[in-house]
């Protein structure tokens, strides 16, 4: 009878590691992909968010550790910033992004990163600023002037120069389409009948 019980006991120990295993494997796989701009939110049920949350943290905890061993490393400053702008941690995404930026010009999108989590921060002046120097660094770059087109009407009640900017968006990409699948072009028609409406 204890031998049953001990090899009941083995079965259940290697079918739990199993399945602890294989539950990492996934979220492992889902945590490495990328995020970019304009990807849309992939579903997931309550059961995978605490190993991802679980995943994340551990991840944040390791680039920590990174950062503290090595202060210049300018791609684990990045990634930490990514990392603490994912899981709206503001203050500590501000502050690693203004650390990789001090190491190193970064890029359009990096800046545009910062100038929202400075949104979030309720400091829409510096996410003005930073939307400007991804701008500065490619002219093109259309997710900061959009960005920067919500914070002028949003946040800064200059609705004309917020339309100006989105119609700088809609000249680089006249199908560009915001983060809920409204066009730009809805967008601007909706701000300027609200506008029209409260004259």
């Known amino acids: 009878m204890e031998k049953n019980q001990a090899t009941v006991s083995k079965q259940t120990l290697y079918l739990s590691v199993l399945i602890v295993f294989i539950a990492g494997f996934i979220c492992g796989v889902v945590f490495t992909v990328m995020k970019s ?5 992939v579903a997931t049920n309550s059961a995978q968010q605490p190993a991802e949350s ?5 991840a944040i905890l390791n680039l920590e550790a990174e950062v503290t061993a090595n202060p210049d490393n300018y791609n684990a400053w990045t990634q930490l910033g990514h990392l603490y702008f994912d899981s709206n941690q503001v203050s500590k995404a501000i502050g690693a992004y203004t650390k990789s930026l001090e190491l190193h010009s970064g890029n359009a999108n990096l800046w545009t990163d910062l100038g929202v989590m400075y949104r979030r921060s309720g400091d829409p002046q510096k996410a003005i600023e930073a939307f400007d120097k991804a701008i500065s660094m490619d002219n093109s770059h259309a997710p900061s002037r959009f960005n920067r087109g919500i914070v002028l009407h949003f946040d800064l009640g200059k609705t004309d120069e917020a339309i100006e900017s989105w119609r700088s ?3 680089i990409n006249p199908d560009y389409q915001t983060a809920n699948g409204m066009s ?5 028609d909706q701000v300027k009948a609200e506008a029209e409406n409260k004259n």
Do not use: N
């Open 37 to 41: 701009p304009g990807t849309a939110p």
């Open 54 to 58: 679980q995943q994340e943290a551990q």
């Open 169 to 171: 968006v809609l000249a």
């Open 184 to 188: 730009l072009q809805e967008l601007i």
